[in-house]
């Protein structure tokens, strides 16, 4: 409520509802070759290819730069009626079922054959390339990962440590938790009240596989008791004398 930052030790988890939404990536031109490569089949099947991601915060979708995948897991090249999707192995089950849909398994390959292959954005012209990260887990969702460097602490350190540069990192999210007004589609709205906005968008553009509600612990200030976000800002300290 009144856009402070907080320290770890002012942070509270209390339980919230939010959205859980699976968000399809296409995969960019110019990629097929090399994933149907890594699968080992000859080709892909005519039609689009996806993976898939699974998030419990729509609101950083417009800030996404990348995906990631952890290089030791399986993922599977799966045929289905919307095209061909990549999901970890171990959750493919899972995944189909929430976007009710049946598949067949084309091909596996570990994470690390998939390391920058290019996908493009659900609803914003520029690609989302693949990043290798140990920090994806099998907990829950698709095994894939968007990553949002300005929005969470993982996000950030993958994608610096791919090479991003802190001006290359998206930040619309302004110091009151309000998209800045230049952001396409989003501009000016408060990122809780965007959120269904966000999925609208998503379904519109043809990327939203699943969408459902649920109660997670989540991060709250211990003031307020209101939820919180995390936000990556530009600091300085004065030195020491």
Same mark, same amino acid.
């Given at each position: ?49 996806? %993976?898939? *991601? ?31 999707? *990549? ?9 189909? $079922? ?50 949002a460097p300005a929005y969470g602490l993982e996000d950030y350190d993958s994608c ?13 999210? $302004? ?7 230049s952001l396409p589609f989003f501009g000016g709205m408060f990122v809780w009240k965007?959120?269904?906005?966000? *999925? ?25 008791? %209101?939820? *919180? ?5 530009t600091q300085w300290f004065p030195p020491r004398r």
């Open positions: 409520d009144c856009g402070s930052a907080l320290a770890e030790a002012e942070v509270e988890y209390q339980d919230k509802k939010s959205p859980a939404i699976d968000v399809g990536f296409r995969l960019a031109d110019g990629e097929r070759e090399r994933v149907a490569h890594a699968f080992g089949i000859a080709a892909l099947p005519a039609g689009e290819c996806w %993976t898939v *991601i699974w998030t419990t915060t729509p609101w950083t979708i417009p800030s996404n730069q990348a995906l990631n995948m952890h290089p030791e897991f399986t993922y599977e090249l799966v045929k289905t009626a919307r095209g061909c999707i *990549i999901l970890a192995a171990e959750l493919r089950g899972a995944a189909l $079922q929430r976007f009710g849909l049946d598949g067949e398994v084309l091909g596996a390959c570990q994470g690390a054959a998939l390391a920058q292959v290019a996908f493009r954005h659900p609803f914003y012209d520029r690609a989302s390339p693949v990043y290798l990260g140990d920090y994806v887990t099998l907990d829950a969702g698709t095994g894939i990962v968007h990553s610096k440590k791919h090479g991003m540069h802190n001006d290359e990192i998206l930040t619309p999210v $302004q110091g009151d938790g309000v998209f800045a007004a965007a959120n269904p906005v966000i *999925i609208e968008k998503l379904a519109e553009v043809g990327a939203l596989f699943a969408s459902s509600e649920i109660t997670h612990s989540y991060m709250h200030c211990w003031r307020h008791k %209101t939820p *919180i976000i995390y936000r990556a800002t």
